[in-house]
């Protein structure tokens, strides 16, 4: 019998998340459906139930129900508790079982795709938003020798370094963009969690933060070059990315979680990736 799964966002249209999955099950030979359901704002439970108590076997969640998710799920995993927000579901019998793969989509990109291990590395994270939340504990279990999180709105970093601090073996701070004038180090790692990617808006973030052949990411995916990837590159950083390989990575733990086999990534990412021109 054919398993039914699907995305619920709003709006849900430009979704790359159906094709993702429909081309994992043909690799693997999964007998799966996978739809896109535009949710209603304030409608979220009821459209996932519906789809639930339709035979939905599971759901991937995104903008903005990813609050509503975790309010909705009977059984939260660790990531999803600290990460305050859920992006996929399993349905299973009365449970409904909730996970964010989103952190550790990241990791596995920065990670494993594109060589970059974290562990003893300088980290700048900016932005304290959902994005930025979802990644901590991920990068916290890298083992960064620094991990240093600025926002425009200083109270909202120190919220975050306050809930995850226990996690971290290194140095774990937080900073205003101002505050970030003064710190001397330059980072191995510069991480746009931002949303000021989606309106074409820079981050106050100066050019002397990026060592020399560091990694620059964009969770912003398809946005060519974006004003911080510009910045990063006339600053001299080795390698620029965007979020195309995260996007994958954190369909590809949702797939295993549900079918219990890991699709193949490399190629995925490969067809979905705008050139960063
Ligand atoms: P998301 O779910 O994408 O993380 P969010 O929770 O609304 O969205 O968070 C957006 C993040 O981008 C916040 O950290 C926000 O800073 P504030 O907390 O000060 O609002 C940050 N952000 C958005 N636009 C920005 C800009 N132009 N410059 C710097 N930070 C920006």
């Given at each position: ?9 709003n709006p ?11 081309t ?13 359901i ?6 979220f ?14 759901m991937?969640v995104?903008a ?25 579901l ?38 304290a ?29 120190q ?19 101002p505050e ?18 989606l ?25 060519g070059?974006?004003p ?13 990315a ?36």
């Amino acid at each position: 019998m054919t398993d039914s799964y699907a995305v619920i966002g709003n709006p849900i249209g430009h979704t790359k998340s159906p094709l993702i999955h429909s081309t994992f099950a043909r690799q693997t030979g999964q007998d799966i459906e996978y739809v896109a359901i535009e949710g209603r704002t304030g409608g979220f439970r009821e459209d996932a139930e519906t789809f639930r108590q339709a035979g939905g076997r599971g759901m991937n969640v995104t903008a903005p129900f990813k609050l509503d998710a975790f309010a909705y799920a009977t059984d939260l995993s660790e990531r999803a508790q600290m990460a305050g927000a859920v992006n996929a579901l399993k349905f299973d019998g009365e449970h409904i079982h909730a996970e964010n793969f989103d952190g550790i989509g990241l990791v596995r990109d920065i990670v494993h795709n594109l060589g970059c291990p974290m562990q003893g590395k300088r980290v700048l994270l900016l932005g304290a938003g959902g994005a930025a939340r979802g990644a901590l504990l991920p990068f916290l279990r890298q083992k960064p020798a620094q991990l240093l999180v600025v926002n425009r709105t200083l109270s909202k970093a120190q919220t975050l370094v306050e809930q995850f601090k226990d996690y971290a073996e290194g140095d774990f701070s937080c900073c205003s963009y101002p505050e970030l004038g003064d710190v001397s180090e330059r980072f191995d790692l510069v991480i746009n969690a931002t949303s000021a990617s989606l309106r074409g808006e820079l981050p106050p973030v100066h050019t002397g933060v990026f060592a020399p052949g560091c990694l620059a990411y964009e969770l912003a995916y398809g946005k060519g070059l974006t004003p911080f990837l510009k910045l990063a590159q006339g600053a001299g950083a080795g390698w620029l990315a965007d979020g195309v390989g995260m996007l994958v990575e954190q369909a590809a733990e949702a797939f295993e979680w549900w079918r219990g086999v890991r699709p193949e990534t490399a190629t995925v990412i490969k067809s979905l990736t705008v050139p960063l021109t």
